[in-house]
């Protein structure tokens, strides 16, 4: 079964920095050509290392149902 929530990244507020990148540890975020982080909501397990780390926080947890709205 999996998780009930997974991050998702606001590509207007991202900084491309690739700390969330760096910090997750199922390697389910990308930096999208040096411009913006995608989450692979196939991998996250939704543990929010990634939005404790974001200097911007454009990081959120959100649970599938809301993410799928």
Do not use: F, N
């Not at 990244?9 to 700390?19: M, Y």
């Not at 543990?47 to 990081?59: E, F, L, S």
């Not at 947890?61 to 799928?68: D, N, P, Q, V």
């Amino acid at each position: 079964m999996p998780p009930k929530s997974y991050a998702q990244a606001d590509s207007t507020r991202c900084a491309s920095c690739g700390a969330c990148k760096h910090e997750c540890p199922k390697g389910a975020i990308s930096v999208w050509k040096g411009c913006y982080a995608v989450v692979d909501p196939e991998l996250c397990v939704g543990c929010g290392q990634c939005a404790k780390v974001c200097p911007t926080g454009c990081i959120e947890l959100k649970t599938r149902e809301e993410a799928h709205q």
